[in-house]
């Protein structure tokens, strides 16, 4: 009878990629300055500038991937 090895090592767990919630900012300039901020109660996505100050926010209702979108959305309103 084959013997097999009872020390299987685990596979390696997949991490949970951490989104990107920290942007460069388009207002200053400044590389990720901007945080995102989701309020899931009010469904409430901020991104705000901690180096200018500038802030935006929109509903965020169900979105995927939602300081990504968030940021998109800042930059879109900028054009
Ligand atoms: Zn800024």
């Given at each position: 009878?084959?013997?097999?090895?009872?020390?299987?090592?685990?596979?390696?767990?997949?991490?949970?990629?951490?989104?990107?919630?920290?942007?460069?900012?388009?207002?200053?300039?400044?590389?990720?300055?901007?945080?995102?901020?989701?309020?899931?109660?009010?469904?409430?996505?901020?991104?705000s500038?901690?180096?200018?100050?500038?802030?935006?926010?929109?509903?965020?209702?169900?979105?995927?991937?939602?300081?990504?979108?968030?940021?998109?959305?800042?930059?879109?309103?900028?054009?």
């Amino acid at each position: 009878m084959g013997k097999r090895k009872s020390a299987a090592k685990p596979p390696p767990k997949k991490r949970m990629d951490k989104l990107d919630t920290v942007f460069s900012c388009p207002f200053c300039n400044h590389g990720s300055s901007v945080e995102c901020r989701i309020d899931m109660k009010n469904l409430i996505g901020e991104a705000s500038c901690r180096i200018c100050q500038e802030n935006f926010s929109t509903t965020v209702n169900g979105m995927p991937n939602l300081c990504i979108k968030l940021y998109r959305l800042l930059l879109i309103s900028l054009l």
